[in-house]
């Protein structure tokens, strides 16, 4: 199993900046990527931002230019600049193999006032 922890997340104003952490442990040899999803209220959910541990980096074309993903070893960030109000949702940190190993993280609320 991995488990995957996040941290971050919080309320922010329009404009404003957050970053998001998460950490992964146990078995991590069955990941070879992490990343982070977002669910809104009445809305599936979606990739934010993902990255491979070759490096490979896939954002949706909504962060484009706002958000940026990173890694060390086990821990992917995501610094969520110039924030907008339909930022606003569940973001959840997701590691896997981009075949048929899907592993979540319990999910951390970011809201954006406008």
């Known amino acids: 199993q991995v488990l995957l922890v996040e941290s971050g997340g919080g309320l922010v104003q329009a404009g404003g900046s957050l970053r998001l952490s998460c950490t992964a442990s146990?078995?991590?040899?069955?990941?070879?990527?992490m990343g982070w999803y977002r669910q809104a209220p009445g809305n599936q959910r979606e990739l934010v931002a993902r990255?491979?541990?070759?490096?490979a980096i896939t954002y949706a074309d909504s962060v484009k230019g706002r958000f940026t993903i990173s890694r060390t070893k086990s821990t992917v960030y995501l610094q969520m600049n110039s924030l907008k109000f339909e930022d606003t949702a569940v973001y959840s940190c997701?590691?896997?193999?981009?075949?048929?190993?899907?592993?979540w993280g319990q999910g951390t609320q970011v809201t954006v006032s406008s």
């Open positions: 997701w590691g896997g193999n981009l075949i048929n190993r899907d592993y």
């Open positions: 990255i491979t541990f070759g490096g």
């Open positions: 146990g078995s991590i040899f069955r990941i070879n990527a």
